[in-house]
């Protein structure tokens, strides 16, 4: 299988600040990447698919790099609707898909 | 515009078997192209895939997960069923249903999930 690894696992932030989360994958994925935002009890919502192409209605403001095994979900200037927390998934292996552990984004 | 939602006991009992229904609207499981999986997360936990079905029927498989597991769809009723036997108290999460197509498999559209506690 897959694995899936993010850092930091956590991260204190203020509004407006830049923030850079990472995400590897165990081998080779080329671009078949994926980012999620998750609000406390509610539902994950895709941010970004294939390494960097935004999901349609997500604001500019979120953007993905990255190919192989190295991956940056990138948050230009972080809002107060931002805090969260952040799961990278790969979708390479079309048979069996892994997440990352997560990276929770609070106020600093 | 494309909906989910599932729909399950709250409440097993150690060693039962859960039953899981995702009711979709917005799209057809008889489209080329489209897949439907589930996914769960244990309280305060990292998400987990466990199955997904294809608008063709084949189906797939978490391989930890896999001889516990079955996945179906009924595409007349927009619903696919979830069942996972031998249930435990480490199975306690919320489960999400969530769509996803064959170009890149991302989950572009989720439930908004059910809470299944195990406990007897």
Do not use: H
């Amino acid at each position: 299988d897959i694995q899936m690894t993010q850092s930091p696992s956590s991260l204190s932030a203020s509004v407006g600040d830049r923030v850079t989360i990472t995400c590897r994958a165990s081998q080779d994925i080329i671009n078949y990447l994926n980012w999620y935002q998750q609000k406390p009890g509610k539902a994950p919502k895709l941010l970004i698919y294939a390494a960097s192409t935004l999901q349609s209605g997500v604001p500019s403001r979120f953007s993905g790099s990255g190919s192989g095994t190295d991956f940056t979900l990138t948050i230009s200037s972080l809002q107060p609707e931002d805090f969260a927390t952040y799961y990278c998934q790969q979708s390479y292996s079309t048979v069996i898909f892994t997440f990352g552990p997560g990276t929770k984004v609070d106020i600093k | 515009q494309v909906t989910l939602r599932e729909s399950g006991p709250a409440l097993v009992k150690p060693t039962q078997t859960l039953t899981l229904t995702c009711t979709f609207s917005g799209f057809s499981l008889s489209t080329s192209g489209l897949c439907v999986n589930w996914i769960r997360q244990p309280p305060g936990k990292a998400l987990e895939w466990l199955a997904r079905i294809d608008w063709d029927e084949d189906e797939y498989y978490s391989p930890s997960l896999k001889t516990r597991l079955t996945i179906s769809k009924d595409t007349s009723k927009n619903q696919v069923v979830l069942t996972m036997t031998n249930m435990d108290p480490v199975d306690t999460g919320t489960y999400y249903c969530a769509q996803s197509g064959s170009s890149w498999f991302s989950f572009d559209y989720w439930g908004q999930g059910t809470l299944v506690t195990v406990s007897s």
